[in-house]
Antibody, heavy 115, light 105 residues
Framework: EVQLVESGGGLVQPGGSLRLSCAAS????????MYWVRQAPGKGLTCVSRINSDGSITTYADSVKGRFTISRDNAKNTLHLQLNSLRAEDTAMFYC????????WGQGTMVTVSS | EIVVTQSPATLSVSPGERATLSCRASQSVGSNLAWYQQKPGQAPRLLVYGVSTRATGVPARLSGGGSGTEFTLTISSLQSEDFAIYYCHQYNNWPFTFGQGTRLE
């Protein structure tokens, strides 16, 4: 069974940092581009970052460029998102997603930025 | 950036009725168009990808169609579990974008 499990969310003060992780199983992780999608409370869905299969290409939404860093460890089947300089408007559920083939989403990890 | 616009924002329907949700992209997205269902407190659930391919476990009363920039999701006979928010999503051009959602109530 294809599965994505996120972790690492929590409550952080403005300006703080968090590192999100996504453990992948049930498919050949190293063959797929991977993505992070976020959803602010009561709002829609936004793709924030993506990374190619070997980690050599990364892309970001303008709203997070320079503050978030996506990475992957294909030996451990794990995707990461480093969140720095967090702002209140970054408060959201963050989902790890494989869009290739039949798209698969994790259950999400909640990031709350508040003092 | 491709803008994805869904209509209507809210669709009021009764169980057993047919519902048609519309999605328009600001430029062609080829066949890279998906539909998701989301219920409160849950992750989005994939319904259709590649415009018309139903995801595993999705009942045949849901069907996706369209091409280019105009797409639809049709639910032929609404069941109680269908009342939710539906998002269309283009994954043809980065940044991948979603519509603002249609609420079925």
């Amino acid at each position: 069974e294809v599965q994505l499990v996120e972790s690492g969310g929590g409550l952080v003060q403005p300006g703080g940092s968090l590192r999100l992780s996504c453990a992948a199983s049930g498919f050949t992780f190293s063959s797929y581009w991977m993505y992070w999608v976020r959803q602010a409370p009561g709002k829609g869905l936004t793709c924030v970052s993506r990374i190619n299969s070997d980690g050599s290409i990364t892309t970001y939404a303008d709203s997070v460029k320079g503050r978030f860093t996506i990475s992957r460890d294909n030996a451990k089947n794990t995707l990461h998102l480093q969140l720095n300089s967090l702002r209140a408007e970054d408060t959201a559920m963050f989902y790890c997603v494989r869009f290739g083939g039949s798209p698969t989403w994790g259950q999400g990890t909640m990031v709350t930025v508040s003092s | 950036e491709i803008v994805v616009t869904q209509s209507p924002a809210t669709l009021s329907v009764s169980p057993g009725e047919r519902a048609t949700l519309s999605c328009r992209a600001s430029q062609s997205v080829g066949s890279n168009l998906a539909w998701y269902q989301q219920k409160p407190g849950q992750a989005p659930r994939l319904l259709v990808y590649g415009v018309s391919t139903r995801a595993t476990g999705v009942p045949a009363r849901l069907s996706g169609g369209g091409s280019g920039t105009e797409f639809t999701l049709t639910i032929s006979s609404l069941q109680s579990e269908d009342f939710a928010i539906y998002y269309c999503h283009q994954y043809n051009n980065w940044p991948f974008t979603f519509g603002q959602g249609t609420r079925l109530e």
